[in-house]
């Protein structure tokens, strides 16, 4: 097996149920190092239950999952923050239970927190004094300063307003682009998808299965508003995209004028 083979979450053929019921079947999927994959589809699809298996949070039933980064982080949907820690504390809690010394870890999560934009005087502040969105950028600087190979996101900007989500997904491009990290981003927003994202894999429900691949145009730091507006549209009139969210009408099939589809089989 190559070294580019080998720096890769691989998901071979993969299946989950709760009992009785199917949530995944015959999932495949790769995250290479250095690319953005994003995981959209609607609610009730398997998309958290997919990124959980990722983790490691659950045990796998059927199939492989290769895992070979480290560290790895993971930002859940909410910021999860301790409230009896200060920020400070907060962002440095993963390098404390790696072993790091206290002055260490807090000079390492200084200089992540600052350069996620937080203020200084925030990181003496407890989570229940911060507002929503700085909480979310408190939560990215704590996974980001462990400085993973492979960063897993569940739908971690799903609460937050437009310009709040827009200067995150700005720091994480920019964190992203300078570190070459591996990023597997699940999100049911077709336009956060296709702003972040190197590929965007559509899952349908019924049970959960990869439908489409799309890879938006552009590089994702160097994509313009314009660009993002009009690959969210492309994205969205595919007919297995449409079929997938329920939308009215069948779509039509793009030409790959603007981004490039691939084909979805289950030997990925």
């Excluded at 400070?88 to 260490?104: F, H, P, T």
């Excluded at 390492?108 to 929503?132: D, T």
């Excluded at 559509?202 to 660009?227: E, F, K, S």
Aim: glycine share 8%; with cysteine.
């Amino acid at each position: 097996m190559t070294a580019a083979n080998t720096h890769q979450l691989r998901v071979r053929a993969l299946r989950h149920a709760y009992g009785p019921t199917v949530i995944l079947d015959n999932v495949a999927l790769r995250v290479p190092a250095g690319r953005t994959v994003a995981l959209v589809g609607p609610s009730g699809c398997g998309k958290t239950t997919l990124l959980h298996l990722c983790a490691g949070l659950l045990e796998v039933q059927e199939g492989r999952i290769t895992q070979p980064f480290a560290p790895t982080a993971v930002m859940f949907q909410q910021p999860r923050l301790l409230p009896w820690m200060a920020v400070l504390d907060n962002i440095a809690l993963a390098l404390k239970a790696q072993g790091v010394d206290k002055r260490q870890r807090h000079a390492q999560a200084r200089q992540m927190a600052l350069a996620l934009g937080l203020p200084e005087l925030s990181l003496a502040q407890y989570p229940a004094e911060l507002s929503g969105g700085m909480q979310s950028r408190v939560a990215l600087a704590r996974a980001l300063v462990l400085a993973p190979k492979l960063l897993l996101m569940d739908e971690p900007f799903s609460a937050l307003d437009v310009g709040l989500r827009y200067q995150l997904h700005q720091l994480l491009l920019e964190q992203q682009a300078a570190s070459g990290m591996a990023v597997l981003l699940i999100t049911h927003d077709l336009m956060e998808a296709v702003r972040l994202a190197d590929d965007v894999l559509v899952m349908a429900p019924g049970p959960g299965r990869i439908v489409a691949h799309y890879q938006p145009a552009g590089a994702a730091l160097a994509r313009t508003d314009d660009l993002v507006y009009r690959c969210a549209a492309e994205l969205q009139q595919h007919p297995r995209v449409r079929a997938a969210f329920e939308l009215p009408g069948v779509g039509q099939a793009a030409d790959g004028a603007l981004g490039r589809w691939q084909e979805v089989g289950g030997g990925n």
